[in-house]
């Protein structure tokens, strides 16, 4: 694209540097139709340094009518003095090296700086008078002597005029290296061979702009940016720089100050109109002057705004008070030695001497020097101006940044000609040999010695990179208010690309935000997302914004803006926050808690019921109730209640192995114990009947060697079921983590459900036999009917285990074992009730009703 413009540009421009060819029989050749001319200022030398500056800001147009040779090209618009400052210090610089010793020694440099006008076409014509010199004819005949009259240009500030001449064709190429182009694509070397520049790329710039936004946590930014190629570069790779930051940009707004004001005001509403706080312009101060006046029509919210270095540290813009508290990049600043009084050193008699410097002096202090034609409304110089009183933008020397890139960009010139030029003999004294007339070859190595310079220069590292690029370094400057009310730019920190990733950027100093604040602002779209909940970004908008969603359930996030949550380990739990998990409660029945200790007290109360119940039948053992009723199987009956209610006991507390493999064997062998020996009370009741019936004499069948058989017996298989299970798959303790989604069941897997329902369901037969047993003989005649009292405790022992098992299947936990416990303790007790206490009863409270008679009187019949 360059290219195309740049051979439109020489279209434009060859009228001026037009050729006429001499038809001469002796010489044949060509000379310059039109005198060289814009040489400002220059000094003789044995290696001559080129220097372009933009010193005025236009060209002067002129048309071209194509019928009479064009005027030559001259300058016009105001007078840049800080640009001559630049050039100033070129020759100051050249002056330095040849009042040294050491570098380049006895060898003088001469210089040849031109005004470009800030124009392309002037800059390309400079180029071509620079290679090609200053003379106007050329002759065939003649040897090309002064082909490549300098070895080195100095050259551009501004990026365009830079690209102009680092594409004009030359042989041999002569090494350009400018102090303010700062344009990304000058790092072509493709494209642009022989450029090179001591002040850093905007690549680098840009990057350096996203580590600050990223640095105080703006994700949230407008962006404006000049439409030239140093906005328009500069802000695609900012953008690009910022995407890989994570940082999204509201709006990206492009403007240029000769675009109609409608433009601009559009530019400046966007701005009003925006959510982000802050604001990142990559602007020329011409434009952001522009923006500014629009800006200020408006009421803005506070906006922190962060610069480019071409407005963020223009001296120029300090009188904005609007900017205060923004932030930027801006080249290092430095100190120059002598620079002050080289640059104050000129008196009105040098001043006349050169047009240049002539122009400079009249329009700084606003008078004509004498030799001068005086105009109308004009005042002579009378010499009481004094440079040291003047203040501009020439003698302010405070902050030395551009004109420091001049200053290395001399010495890396003069240090790539030392190395060319001077070598040491017999390994100590230094030879220069300033014969050696730069020839196409030795300009080719002056490029070759320009880029692999590597030298120091008041404390600074100079040096080039393959890409002609020095190593990146920035400042971070701050607009903070002085005491006396000035505004005034503050180095608050570092940029240092060479550094390692992480440590690019160091901060020094405190910032002063925009409206005076220590707290440095923000700008987001949305607030970050507290631990415990997770970013879900919004449809259709930018990564920045989103919403917080708490996590899931089981789900935590433990930092703030997590893109996910994580779902915690199983045998955690997170936290009523959601930023932690924590281990789910262990749940089981214990004998430090309420339920556990009514349980187990009730339990032993029970047991300690049996015991005395055993005591007073044992105690009464001889009256005719305990004698009636079967004394041996009552006793086993009692003590058999006993271990019922005990077994409960090993239920209440943690499982482990060996209280998981007793709860349900010693449970089921203790019942079963209790049962048959009701059952024997039973069959016998049964068998007491048939006894009396005539000619039977069935109580043999059954007397008490049988009764105990039979208990020993039914007692056996559960014994032999229990060992089964035990042996084949026996209970063990289990977390279960399935039931519950926040805690855990520490339970007794039963191991083999057969196993276990064979307990039961062995118990629940020999109940219900039990049950059927006595149902059939409760009314059967007996004063004492044992048969009643036995019926109704099966009834109230199986009313009880059949909704224990609904109760047991539906849900673990320590509920359920509670339940079991108390299925155990109220069917014993339903036995002891039934069986037991109306006996004691009678026994304690009407012994009167515990005579024989009484037991014989109603109802004839043979009592046991
Ligand atoms: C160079 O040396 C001359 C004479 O010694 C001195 O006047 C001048 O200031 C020096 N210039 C620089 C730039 O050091
Ligand atoms: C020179 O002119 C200025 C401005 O007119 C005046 O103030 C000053 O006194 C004059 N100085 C001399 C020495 O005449
Ligand atoms: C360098 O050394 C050589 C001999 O090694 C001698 O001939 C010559 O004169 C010396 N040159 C200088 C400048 O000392
Ligand atoms: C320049 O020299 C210094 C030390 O002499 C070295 O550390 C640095 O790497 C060199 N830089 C380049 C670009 O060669
Ligand atoms: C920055 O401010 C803090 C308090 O806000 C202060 O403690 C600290 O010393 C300051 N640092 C500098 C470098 O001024
Ligand atoms: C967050 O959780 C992860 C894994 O769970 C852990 O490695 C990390 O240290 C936690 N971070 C904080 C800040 O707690
Ligand atoms: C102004 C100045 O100091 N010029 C010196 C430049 O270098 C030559 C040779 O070294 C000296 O002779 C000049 O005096």
Not at 774 to 783: G, H
């Amino acid at each position: 694209m360059w290219t195309v413009a740049i051979v439109a540009l020489l279209v434009v421009t060859l009228p001026s540097i037009n050729v006429v060819t001499i038809q001469d029989s002796s010489q044949v050749g060509c000379r310059l139709l039109e005198s060289s001319g814009t040489v400002i200022l220059t000094q003789p030398g044995d290696f001559i340094i080129g220097g372009v500056f933009s010193i005025h800001t236009s060209l002067k147009t002129t048309e071209l009518s194509f019928t009479h040779i064009p005027e030559s090209l001259q300058c016009s618009g105001s007078f840049d003095f800080r640009e001559l400052r630049f050039a100033r210090a070129m020759m100051f610089t050249i002056e330095e090296i040849n009042n040294s010793t050491e570098l380049l020694p006895g060898i003088k440099l001469g210089y040849q700086i031109y005004d470009s006008c800030s124009s392309v076409s002037v800059a390309t014509r400079v180029t071509f008078q620079l290679i090609n010199g200053l003379e106007s004819t050329f002759s065939l005949s003649a040897p090309c002597s002064n082909s490549a009259t300098v070895s080195a240009i100095v050259a551009e500030s501004g990026s365009t005029p830079s690209i102009a001449m680092a594409l004009s064709p030359s042989f041999p190429p002569v090494p350009q290296v400018s102090h303010f182009a700062t344009c990304a694509c000058l790092s072509n070397k493709q494209q642009y061979p022989t450029f090179s520049r001591t002040v850093p790329s905007d690549h680098f710039q840009a990057t350096a702009l996203a580590q600050l936004v990223k640095r105080f946590g703006w994700t949230w930014i407008g962006a404006v940016h000049s439409d030239s190629d140093y906005g328009n570069s500069g802000m695609a790779a900012f953008l690009a720089a910022a995407k890989t930051e994570g940082i999204c940009i509201e709006y990206s707004e492009a403007f240029y100050r000769t675009n109609p004001l409608s433009r601009i005001q559009r530019v400046a509403e966007v701005i009003q109109r925006s959510t982000a706080r802050v604001v990142v312009a990559f602007v020329s101060t011409g434009d952001m002057i522009v923006l500014l006046e629009d800006l200020l029509e408006l009421s803005l919210p506070p906006l922190q705004w962060v610069g480019s270095e071409s407005w963020v540290t223009d001296p120029a813009m300090t009188q904005f008070h609007m900017f205060l508290g923004a932030v930027g990049i801006g080249i290092r600043r430095a100190v120059i030695p002598g620079l002050r009084t080289f640059l104050l050193d000129l008196s009105p008699a040098q001043a006349s001497a050169s047009p240049i410097l002539r122009e400079f002096w009249e329009s700084a202090f606003r008078c004509r020097l004498a030799s001068g034609p005086v105009g109308p409304g004009e005042r002579v110089c009378n010499g009481s101006e004094s440079l040291q009183q003047l203040q501009n933008a020439y003698t302010d020397t405070s902050q030395l940044r551009i004109t420091n890139m001049v200053y290395k960009a001399v010495y890396a010139v003069a240090h790539g000609l030392h190395s060319l030029v001077c070598a040491e003999q017999n390994g100590s004294t230094l030879h220069c040999d300033r014969g050696m007339k730069p020839n196409p070859l030795q300009v080719q190595h002056v490029l070759e010695h320009i880029r692999k310079v590597n030298f120091t220069l008041n404390g600074n590292r100079v040096s080039f990179d393959a890409n002609g690029d020095p190593v990146a370094t920035y400042e971070l400057v701050n607009w903070q208010l002085s005491e006396n009310g000035q505004v005034e730019f503050v180095t608050v920190g570092y940029y240092d690309a060479s550094a390692p990733e992480g440590e690019l950027l160091t901060m020094t100093r405190n910032i002063t935000w925009t409206g005076g604040q220590s707290q440095v602002p923000k700008s987001v779209c949305s607030e970050s997302c507290p631990p415990g909940t997770r970013k879900a970004v919004q449809r259709g908008k930018p990564v920045c914004c989103y919403d917080c969603v708490p996590c899931a359930e089981d789900e935590i996030s433990n930092k703030t803006d997590s893109l996910d949550c994580v779902r915690c380990p199983s045998d955690a739990w997170p936290n009523p926050q959601g930023d932690a998990c924590i281990p789910k409660p262990i749940e089981f029945l214990s004998f430090s808690e309420y339920l556990g200790i009514i349980l187990a007290a009730s339990s032993v109360v029970g047991a300690c019921l049996a015991i005395a119940i055993a005591a007073v039948f044992y105690l009464h053992k001889d009256t005719p109730i305990v004698r009636a009723n079967n004394s041996e199987l009552s006793f086993l009956l009692l003590f058999s209640l006993t271990l019922c209610f005990l077994c409960s006991l090993t239920f209440i507390g943690r499982p482990s192995q060996w209280s998981c493999m007793l709860r349900h064997t010693v449970f089921g062998v203790t019942f079963v114990l209790c049962i048959s020996c009701v059952l024997g009370k039973t069959i016998v009741v049964l068998m007491a009947f048939r006894a009396t019936l005539p000619g039977s004499n069935v109580m043999k069948w059954f007397g008490p060697p049988q009764q105990r058989l039979s208990v020993l017996a039914f007692t056996f298989v559960q014994v032999l079921i229990c060992v089964l299970w035990l042996t084949l798959s026996p209970p063990f303790p289990n977390k279960n983590m399935k039931y519950y989604k926040d805690k855990i069941i520490l339970e007794c897997d039963v191991g083999s459900a057969v196993g276990f329902w064979a307990v039961l369901g062995y118990i629940g037969l020999l109940s219900l036999m039990c049950f059927v047993l006595a149902f059939l003989a409760r009314k059967l005649p007996d004063n004492f009917n044992e048969a009643k009292f036995i019926t109704f405790s099966m009834l109230i022992f199986c009313a009880v285990w059949i909704t224990f098992i609904p109760a047991y299947v539906s849900s673990p936990g320590k509920f359920t074992v509670a339940v079991e416990i108390f299925a155990i303790i109220s069917s014993s007790c339903g036995l002891v009730m039934c069986i037991f206490v109306p006996k004691c009863f009678i026994i304690l409270f009407k012994p009167e009703k515990n005579t024989k008679k009484h037991m014989m009187g109603k109802v004839p019949s043979k009592a046991l």
